[in-house]
C-alpha cells in the first residue's frame, strides 16, 4: 500500500535554531496537510495545501511556520526559530480529496533545547 | 476549541469482549466522521469512517454507529483482541463547508487484556 514518508524521524535543535521536515505525501494525491501531537495531547491541525498555496490555517501556524512544495515530490514544513514549545511529534498527511480519509506519515519527533 | 471530544482517557477490555469507544461533537457542520488508530512513535492509522447520511457503517470487527441528533459516534470493536490495545482517536470534517481540516478529539487509549 502506497505511504507518506516523513524524515527525519527524530530532531534534535537548539532554541532559535530554524528546522525543516520533510515529507513525501502519497503521488497520486492532492491535499497535504501538517498536524502535530504535544506528548499525551490529541493531535492538532497546522495546515492544509492544496494547489501550491495554504487553503486553510490554524492560530498555532504564526509566522514563524511556513511550508512548502518545493518539487513535485516533497512538501516541507520550516520552523524559522523553534522555540521551546514546538518539541512534539509533527505528522504529515495527504489525501485525494477533501472529503477522504488522511493518510499519515510516522512522524518526526522534534526536540527544542 | 473543544469542537471534538473524547470523555474517556482510558478503557480497559477482556480479550474477545466488546469495546466501545465514544466521541461527541459540538459543530454542526461537521458530516464526515473517522476513526485513527495510534500506535506510540507511529503515525495514526485509518480504521473506518462514516458520512452524516448514514447512522452505522461496519467494517470487519469495527463498527461505527453515528447519532447525529445526539451529535454522538461510538466505535465497536468485537471481538476485542490483545492487537487492538492502542489510542483510538475520532476526527471530524465538516463536507462543504469550506473548511479543509479534520479535527481530532482527545483519544482513548484502549487496553485489551489476554
Known amino acids: 500500500e502506497p505511504e507518506v514518508t516523513q524524515t527525519p524521524s527524530h530532531q534534535v535543535t537548539q532554541m532559535g535554531q530554524e528546522v525543516i521536515l520533510r515529507c513525501v505525501p502519497i503521488?497520486?494525491?492532492?491535499?497535504f496537510y501538517w498536524y502535530r501531537q504535544i506528548l499525551g495531547q490529541k493531535v492538532e491541525f497546522l495546515v492544509s495545501?492544496?494547489?501550491?498555496?495554504?487553503?486553510?490555517k490554524s492560530e498555532i501556524f504564526d509566522d514563524q511556520f511556513s511550508v512548502e512544495r518545493p518539487d513535485g515530490s516533497n512538501f516541507t514544513l520550516k520552523i524559522r526559530s523553534t522555540k521551546l514549545e514546538d518539541s512534539a511529534m509533527y505528522f504529515c498527511?495527504?489525501?485525494?480529496?477533501?472529503?477522504?480519509?488522511?493518510?499519515f506519515g510516522s512522524g518526526t519527533q522534534l526536540s527544542v533545547l | 476549541d473543544q469542537q471534538v471530544k473524547q470523555n474517556s482517557p482510558s478503557l480497559s477490555v477482556q480479550e474477545g469482549r466488546i469495546s466501545i469507544l465514544n466521541c461527541d461533537y459540538t459543530?454542526?457542520?461537521?458530516?464526515?466522521f473517522l476513526w485513527y488508530k495510534k500506535y506510540p512513535a507511529e503515525g495514526p492509522t485509518f480504521l473506518i469512517s462514516?458520512?452524516?447520511?448514514?447512522d452505522k457503517n461496519e467494517d470487519g470487527r469495527f463498527t461505527v454507529f453515528l447519532n447525529k441528533s445526539a451529535k454522538h459516534l461510538s466505535l465497536h470493536i468485537v471481538p476485542s483482541q490483545p492487537g487492538d490495545s492502542a489510542v483510538y482517536f475520532c476526527?471530524?470534517?465538516?463536507?462543504?463547508?469550506?473548511?479543509?481540516?479534520?479535527?481530532f478529539g482527545t483519544g482513548t487509549r484502549l487496553k485489551v487484556l489476554a
Open positions: 476526527a471530524a470534517k465538516g463536507v462543504g463547508s469550506g473548511t479543509y481540516k479534520y479535527i
Open positions: 495545501f492544496y494547489n501550491n498555496e495554504i487553503s486553510e
Open positions: 498527511a495527504s489525501n485525494g480529496g477533501t472529503n477522504e480519509k488522511l493518510f
Open positions: 503521488s497520486n494525491h492532492l491535499y
Open positions: 462514516i458520512s452524516s447520511i448514514k
Open positions: 459543530n454542526s457542520m461537521f458530516d464526515y
